[in-house]
């Protein structure tokens, strides 16, 4: 099953994504309205739910505005070096442990939503990513524990700023300019996607610069909670980015960086796409 954020009419709304939308409020009114709330309550609301993904489609997706799936997401964590083939191509060693950064809620965008090429940088880079939606209060957890922790998947992006990046040992900076953590176009819940298999890629102006496979992850989502859930409690609508495939623009001779105008395509098979513009800030 797949649910989204979205506005129509100049209301913001949750629904479940199929051909079209089916709007969870018209049906369900004591739903929760907010979806880390709906996600925390999930237990309580999913046998409905999930008989209202068998009906018909009442909403045309070209007529609403995809919002991100989770607005204001209480943590970011993001993971580098986490794909081989992206190991490789950075000419460094396979990490023996997790390197993790994080980005602001204010980064946070749209699957349609346009990107801004900051003032101070020329350095944009994409990195197409699987982003964990967390379902469950978490510490400490242990292998089932962190599955059972997942709620769902979404579709992301990790835009970088290669310069601020790179410009001390410490990644966060880099990674936190204001839009540049869109995903979406909904969250696929995690008893419908193989996470072991999915293809992943992102187009720049229609070439594709990455094309890939989540068998490629050198940790996968179950560790990667296990280790984060060690040092902080998890908790619903809290989002790991899992980490880039080869092929960013970092990556290329000359680095191929993203300019105004770029329209950068982010897909996951089983989960979606999305489609960003770049604009000046």
Same mark, same amino acid.
Request: glycine share 8%; with cysteine; charged share 20%.
């Given at each position: 099953?797949?649910?989204?954020?979205?506005?129509?009419?100049?209301?913001?709304?949750?629904?479940?994504?199929?051909?079209?939308?089916?709007?969870?409020?018209?049906?369900?009114?004591?739903?929760?309205?907010?979806?880390?709330?709906?996600?925390?309550?999930?237990?309580?609301?999913?046998? #409905?739910?999930?008989?209202?993904?068998?009906?018909?489609?009442?909403?045309?997706? &070209?007529?609403?505005?995809?919002?991100?799936?989770? *607005? *204001?997401?209480?943590?970011?964590?993001?993971?580098?070096?986490?794909? +081989?083939?992206?190991?490789?191509?950075?000419?460094?060693?396979?990490?023996?442990?997790?390197?993790?950064?994080?980005?602001?809620?204010?980064?946070?965008?749209? !699957?349609?939503?346009?990107?801004?090429?900051?003032?101070?940088?020329?350095?944009?880079?994409?990195?197409?990513?699987?982003?964990?939606?967390?379902?469950?209060?978490?510490?400490?957890?242990?292998? #089932?524990?962190? *599955?059972?922790?997942?709620?769902?998947?979404?579709?992301?992006?990790?835009?970088?700023?290669?310069?601020?990046?790179?410009?001390?040992?410490?990644?966060?900076?880099?990674?936190?300019? &204001?839009?540049?953590?869109?995903?979406?176009?909904?969250?696929?819940? +995690?008893?419908?996607?193989?996470?072991?298999?999915?293809?992943?890629?992102?187009?720049?102006?229609?070439?594709?610069?990455?094309?890939?496979?989540?068998?490629?992850?050198?940790?996968? !989502?179950?560790?990667?909670?296990?280790?984060?859930?060690?040092?902080?409690?998890? #908790?619903?609508?809290?989002?790991?980015?899992?980490?880039?495939?080869?092929?960013?623009?970092?990556?290329?001779?000359?680095?191929?960086?993203? *300019?105004?105008?770029?329209?950068? #395509?982010?897909?996951?098979?089983?989960?979606?796409?999305?489609?960003?513009?770049?604009?000046?800030?």
């Amino acid at each position: 099953m797949k649910i989204l954020s979205y506005v129509y009419g100049g209301s913001e709304a949750l629904g479940i994504m199929t051909d079209g939308i089916i709007p969870i409020a018209r049906h369900l009114p004591e739903a929760p309205a907010d979806m880390i709330a709906l996600i925390a309550d999930w237990p309580n609301w999913s046998d #409905e739910i999930a008989s209202l993904a068998c009906g018909p489609a009442e909403i045309a997706l &070209d007529t609403v505005r995809l919002l991100p799936p989770i *607005r *204001r997401p209480g943590k970011i964590c993001c993971i580098g070096l986490n794909y +081989a083939d992206h190991v490789a191509e950075s000419n460094m060693d396979s990490p023996s442990d997790q390197l993790w950064f994080s980005k602001p809620a204010t980064a946070v965008i749209g !699957p349609n939503d346009n990107i801004r090429l900051p003032r101070v940088s020329e350095q944009l880079d994409y990195e197409a990513e699987l982003v964990v939606v967390i379902g469950k209060v978490c510490r400490y957890a242990n292998t #089932e524990e962190a *599955r059972a922790a997942i709620f769902g998947y979404c579709v992301g992006n990790d835009v970088s700023v290669r310069d601020w990046q790179f410009r001390t040992s410490q990644f966060m900076l880099g990674k936190s300019f &204001d839009s540049h953590a869109p995903h979406g176009p909904c969250i696929a819940t +995690a008893n419908e996607i193989d996470v072991s298999n999915l293809h992943i890629q992102c187009r720049v102006n229609g070439e594709t610069r990455q094309s890939s496979n989540t068998q490629q992850l050198i940790f996968d !989502p179950i560790e990667q909670i296990q280790h984060l859930s060690q040092v902080m409690t998890l #908790e619903p609508g809290d989002l790991l980015f899992t980490g880039t495939p080869s092929g960013v623009g970092a990556g290329f001779k000359p680095p191929r960086w993203l *300019r105004e105008g770029d329209v950068v #395509e982010t897909e996951i098979s089983g989960i979606g796409a999305m489609s960003n513009r770049v604009i000046a800030d």
